[in-house]
């Protein structure tokens, strides 16, 4: 799985387009941090649950599947984030995103929207191999957000996701 993350992308690139890899395989998936389920992979599964339940008007996948948003905050508070989360404030599910290495989107028509390489529509055995990510010890959040800012990525110019999924060779 060394060919998964962020170690493949350029310090310059706002994102790592994996669709095309095959998925890996999670058959000697282990827990975390004495947790069952890691956030990553709930929020997965919440995705695709709204979505069968008919709430993907609160949140759901953008059409191209790399990035998702949350649509409706106060519907999202009271029902849904119950039924998955601890936590009850949307300020503490943004700061889970944070803590996993998703980026904001800041622009464009998915403005608002979230965004990881490992997070895709469909492919929940990527997010397995999110970690959360640490800040240096004495850094300033706001000051490394501004020395790390990049464009951002055009997912509508790389295509849906589920029709990108094929076997590499060498995969």
Same mark, same amino acid.
């Given at each position: 799985i060394?060919?998964? !993350?962020? =170690?493949?992308?350029?310090?310059?690139?706002p994102?790592?387009d994996?669709?095309?890899? /095959?998925?890996p395989?999670?058959? #000697?998936?282990?827990?975390?941090?004495?947790?069952?389920? &890691?956030?990553?992979?709930?929020? $997965?599964?919440?995705?695709?649950?709204? *979505?069968k339940?008919?709430? #993907?008007? %609160? %949140?759901?996948?953008?059409?191209?599947?790399?990035?998702?948003?949350?649509?409706?905050?106060?519907?999202?508070i009271s029902?849904?984030?119950?039924?998955?989360?601890?936590? =009850?404030?949307?300020?503490?599910?943004?700061? /889970?995103?944070?803590?996993? !290495?998703?980026?904001?989107?800041?622009?464009? =028509?998915?403005?608002?929207?979230?965004? $990881? @390489?490992?997070?895709? /529509?469909?492919?929940?055995?990527?997010?397995? $191999?999110?970690?959360?990510?640490?800040? &240096?010890?004495? @850094?300033?959040?706001? *000051?490394?957000?501004?020395?790390n /800012?990049?464009? @951002? &990525?055009?997912?509508?110019?790389?295509g849906?996701v589920?029709d990108?999924?094929?076997?590499? &060779? !060498?995969?």
């Open positions: 060394k060919v998964l !993350g962020t =170690s493949l992308r350029k310090k310059d690139s994102y790592l994996i669709s095309a890899l /095959q998925d395989d999670v058959s #000697d998936k282990r827990t975390r941090g004495g947790v069952t389920e &890691p956030f990553p992979e709930k929020l $997965h599964r919440m995705l695709e649950e709204v *979505k339940d008919g709430k #993907d008007d %609160i %949140i759901s996948f953008f059409s191209h599947g790399r990035a998702f948003a949350v649509h409706d905050p106060d519907r999202f029902e849904v984030m119950p039924k998955y989360f601890k936590q =009850s404030r949307l300020s503490s599910f943004q700061r /889970q995103l944070n803590l996993y !290495g998703f980026t904001r989107i800041t622009s464009g =028509s998915d403005a608002g929207g979230y965004y $990881h @390489e490992l997070f895709l /529509q469909g492919r929940p055995n990527l997010a397995v $191999h999110m970690r959360r990510v640490g800040l &240096p010890q004495g @850094e300033d959040r706001r *000051k490394m957000r501004a020395k /800012q990049r464009s @951002e &990525p055009n997912f509508y110019a790389m849906d589920k990108a999924q094929v076997r590499l &060779p !060498g995969m």
